[in-house]
């Protein structure tokens, strides 16, 4: 195999690969709205590979905590439930939105304000991780006309 | 050829009148335009409470009276619904005092955490909102009463320490200006259908 064709192979290989594994896309989240609030991070993680994926963790530096919560809303009740595990089907998305599935973060080492960058990884049961940075919002100002 | 002309001038006569009809109805409020509330034919007296306030002051059944409220029951340490919804009806407030509704709703939050949510907490979280929210907590025997006449259900996990989640009713109650429950909007909560509804039910006074 020539130099050229076997670079020829690594493009293709390593843009396969890209393909296949795990992205978050439209991140976004709040800051606390207390100074020992919780902050909250949504997005939207694709998985485009042929093999479910599946979360065991994460973690936000600027936080003691970080977990996967699902509000959920029967009967006019609304209720919480941590996730100790997620798992995203093959070839499937999950989305963490208002009102659904979250991310979590709470006890903030300092003060967490509107406009900090955190910057969230997400592990995996294969070891692997995946990272991704979220700029926190005003939650409460964003409604406003 | 005369019978046709007159059954063609009564057919445009009734397709005017038609018209006319389908363009003034939907600007009569009534309960048929409510899109999300659920209006009492007669409002519900509130029974006396005494819950405290976030400047430290007693909250009761007579502070709500002079103006409309829109009640929430959550809790500050919620990170989703509980924002989310009070961020929506600020959101909803926002609108109608722009639209020049003098009588738009002040906004109480009563928190049924009232371990963690202190009535400085409650300062801090409240004023995120902005103008005409407040906030307000209560032991549990503090909440009883204008919880149970609500018909509000919350859980405090009884081993309730560090970080912990509160069941909680989602629905918003609204309540007149002589403090009686006029109104509640089901959960999930919807810009749209609160600055549609709220003036339909204001004006039903």
């Known amino acids: ?145 | 050829m005369t019978t046709f002309r007159y059954a063609l001038a009564g057919l445009s006569v009734l397709f005017v009148l038609a018209g006319a009809a389908w363009w003034l109805v939907p600007q009569v409020p009534g309960r048929a335009d409510l899109v999300k509330a659920t209006q009492f034919p007669e409002p519900k007296p509130l029974p006396e409470f005494t819950l405290t306030g976030s400047d430290g002051r007693p909250v009761t059944r007579a502070s709500l009276e002079g103006n409309w409220h829109l009640l929430f029951f959550g809790f500050a340490n919620c990170p989703d619904i509980c924002p989310l919804t009070l961020s929506r009806l600020a959101s909803a407030r926002a609108q109608l005092v722009e639209g020049g509704r003098s009588a738009a709703p002040d906004i109480l939050f009563v928190s049924v955490d009232p371990a963690r949510d202190t009535p400085e907490v409650l300062a801090e979280y409240a004023g995120k909102f902005g103008a005409g929210v407040q906030a307000a907590t209560g032991d549990p025997a503090a909440l009883a009463p204008l919880a149970e006449s609500l018909g509000v259900y919350f859980d405090v996990p009884e081993d309730a320490a560090g970080d912990y989640s509160v069941s909680h009713s989602a629905a918003v109650f609204v309540t007149n200006p002589d403090g009686e429950l006029a109104a509640v909007f089901s959960a999930p909560q919807d810009v749209a259908a609160l600055v549609n509804d709220l003036p339909i039910v204001m004006a039903s006074r």
């Open chain 1, 1 to 145: 195999m020539t130099p050229s064709r076997a670079a020829l192979w690594l493009v293709v290989l390593v843009a396969g690969c890209g393909r296949e594994a795990p992205s978050v896309a439209d991140a976004y989240g709040y800051a606390p709205l207390t100074a020992d609030g919780a902050a909250v991070a949504y997005f939207v993680l694709r998985n485009p590979g042929p093999a479910p994926v599946v979360l065991t963790g994460a973690d936000c530096p600027l936080f003691a905590r970080t977990e996967f919560h699902a509000t959920t809303l029967a009967d006019g009740i609304a209720d919480m439930q941590k996730l100790d595990e997620l798992r995203v089907a093959a070839g499937s998305d999950m989305r963490f939105e208002p009102g659904g599935l979250h991310l979590m973060m709470t006890a903030p080492a300092a003060p967490v304000t509107a406009g900090t960058v955190c910057s969230i990884v997400l592990e995996q049961s294969d070891g692997s991780r995946l990272a991704f940075d979220v700029t926190l919002r005003d939650r409460a100002a964003e409604q406003r006309p």
